[in-house]
């Protein structure tokens, strides 16, 4: 990245449609995240693994585990419910008892949610260079109501989506930070990292691999410099 496209990066504009970004995305994604005070769509089953991870139940698993951990995280930290093994017994939670809580189980998913659509600006701002063509394209993910509605649930896709996001952002910092050692290793250990978490997320952000053979091709002219760095 060349001092210039720093400069454009951190321009003034840039900067203020970045937070016009993160706010709209906390007032769709983040405000309010625990009503409905329901279990809806796969909800059932995530908090029913969760509660068994809080408690260290065995039971078998068709995903990763990560997204499921950081939801049963959330009720660590936040323990707004008295008990935390109404459904470890099951596989599918259901009849709630008064007063529970969705707070602690859905932070993390509505928390991954909203710092998506900033992660998309900064993808789209790398891509274009254009801060009000980034800020309005970041908007079909802000107002998406179906991926709203979805996001803020004790579910799996926001964590998917936004470590996906990160490995994307890192992937094109990897580009554009090739002849910089000191900003292309902190990138490279960021793609690992992001797409480590995508993975142990979900099977399906193995697509994500695609792009390893692609940065191969891109960096191959600068291979030799790099091993030197």
């Keep these: 990245m060349t001092i210039a496209n720093v400069k ?3 321009s003034r504009p840039a900067v203020l449609f ?10 769709t994604y983040f405000q309010n995240y625990s009503y409905p005070p329901q279990l809806f769509w796969d909800e059932n089953y995530h908090i029913a693994s969760a509660q068994k991870y809080l408690n260290g139940v065995y039971f078998m698993e068709p995903h990763p585990p990560l997204a499921k951990l950081l939801i049963a995280l959330g009720e660590q930290i936040y323990h707004p419910n008295a008990a935390q093994n109404q459904f470890i017994t099951t596989d599918y ?4 008892p008064d007063g529970f809580s969705f707070v602690g189980y859905r932070f993390f998913p509505s928390l991954l ?3 998506t659509a900033p992660l998309l ?7 274009t260079r254009k801060p009000l063509q ?11 109501n179906a991926l709203i509605v979805h996001a803020r649930g004790a579910m799996l896709e926001s964590t998917l989506l936004f470590f996906i996001a990160l490995t994307i952002l890192a992937f094109l910092l990897l580009l554009e930070t090739r002849g910089r050692p000191n900003a292309f290793f902190p990138s490279a250990a960021l793609f690992g990292a ?20 692609f940065m191969a091709w891109k960096l191959w002219p600068e291979s030799q410099k790099i091993g030197r760095m």
């Design 93 to 96: 939670a259901r009849d709630l």
């Design 134 to 144: 980034s800020t309005l394209l970041s908007f079909l993910y802000i107002f998406d």
């Design 194 to 213: 992001a797409f480590g978490a995508a993975m142990t997320t979900k099977d399906t952000a193995l697509i994500l691999i695609l792009l390893i053979p």
């Design 8 to 10: 454009e990066a951190l």
């Design 18 to 27: 970045g937070l016009l970004v993160l706010l709209l995305s906390y007032l």
């Design 121 to 127: 600006y900064l993808i789209f701002l790398l891509l």
């Design 113 to 115: 949610a909203w710092f």
